[in-house]
């Protein structure tokens, strides 16, 4: 496998990971939520454009691992 075609077939991982790492790191410290008499924190649930931001991301990321797959199955 050419370095060109790794960095291809990781480009869906590394967009993964950095949707997920972005996703989870955008608060301020309070959850917006009342840890209440019992202590937990329950998170609030993500807007519907948060999570067609991330259907997105991981669109893009299926559609570039399936682009890298097609390619190097062409260069046998």
Same mark, same amino acid.
């Given at each position: 496998?050419?370095?060109?075609?790794?960095?291809?077939?990781?480009?869906?991982?590394?967009a993964?990971?950095?949707?997920?790492?972005?996703?989870?790191?955008?608060? $301020?410290?309070?959850?917006?939520?009342?840890?209440?008499?019992?202590?937990?924190?329950?998170?609030?649930?993500?807007?519907?454009?948060?999570?067609?931001?991330?259907?997105?991301?991981?669109?893009?990321? $299926?559609?570039?691992?399936?682009?890298?797959?097609?390619?190097?199955?062409?260069d046998?």
């Amino acid at each position: 496998m050419t370095r060109r075609l790794r960095a291809a077939a990781l480009l869906p991982a590394a967009a993964l990971a950095f949707a997920v790492l972005t996703g989870c790191g955008h608060h $301020d410290g309070s959850t917006g939520a009342d840890p209440g008499a019992s202590g937990t924190i329950t998170p609030s649930a993500p807007s519907a454009s948060e999570l067609a931001h991330m259907k997105k991301l991981v669109d893009d990321a $299926d559609s570039a691992a399936s682009a890298a797959e097609k390619d190097a199955s062409g260069d046998k």
